[in-house]
């Protein structure tokens, strides 16, 4: 479903650059949806690329989203239901920010707002202006990421998160901060569940876990690894995401599990040069 802003109609798309988001991966991942599901559930919500895609292409979808970062969270909520106080916050960004940006970046950095709306436009002013765009939070949950290098960043976005705010209004979707286990009790038979969680390393380099102060570990791995056998034992559908690696084949190698190798680009990483294709798992129980 398109949303009408002004004359134009606009898609809605994810308003946050988010690591190991999967926009570039939809039409792979539409390909390995199952024909028919209940409500959608995405646990490791993030940027969001499936979930946007599932709203935009199947009217009425109920839909329910999670995730730990209380921020992000808090972002799709007031996106939802304060987007005209977000919109002036976000322009008062972008004067500021084209005053003198390095000393306004700095300071927004270190600012530590109370107010909802105020919150949400640090992020997503953040996200737009920092160092390729990522999110990521040193041991004590503050943001760490320097400037990035941007002449003229698209700081408002106002098209977009309109669009995404008509159409989290009109559709069937609760939104909760909580850790990706608590699926359990809520998806029932016939519901799908796609998780995308943080990736299990396959190298000693490539460990980018730091999206809330606390990283995704190898128990984590274990728990979800459960939960999915849990969740196909209750009946219900689950796709999952993950990197190519030994730890993850292992733990999905139970005949009830469809894993294939599928190909992806990384986008975000220090090193532009590592920027590449690149293997990851897809794995599923339908
Ligand atoms: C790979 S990202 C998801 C990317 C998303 N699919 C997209 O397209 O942008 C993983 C997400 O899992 C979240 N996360 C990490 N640990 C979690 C946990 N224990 N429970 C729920 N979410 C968690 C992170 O905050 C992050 O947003």
Redesign the pocket.
Known sequence: MKQQYGQILVTPK?FVK??????QLIPTLNQNLPDSFGTYF?????????LFHMLTERNGQKCSI????SD?VLSYITIRDRIDGLITSLKSHERNYQKDSKSYYYSVRKSNPRSAIEKTSRLLFLNRTCFNGLYRVNSKGKFNVPLGKYTNPNIVNEENLRAVSSILQASKVSIKC???EAVLSDAKKGDLVYF????QPVSTTANFTS??N?N?SFD?LNRLAELCNNLDAKGCKVLLSNSDSDDVSELFSKKSWKVSKIQANRSINSDSKKRTGHFELLIKNY
Do not use: H, Q, V
Request: net charge negative.
């Open positions: 994810p988010w690591a190991g988001g999967k926009r995405e646990p490791f919500l993030g940027g969001g690329a499936l999670s995730d730990l970062n992000l909580r850790d990706f995308d969680p943080p990736y999206y809330t606390k995704f984590d």
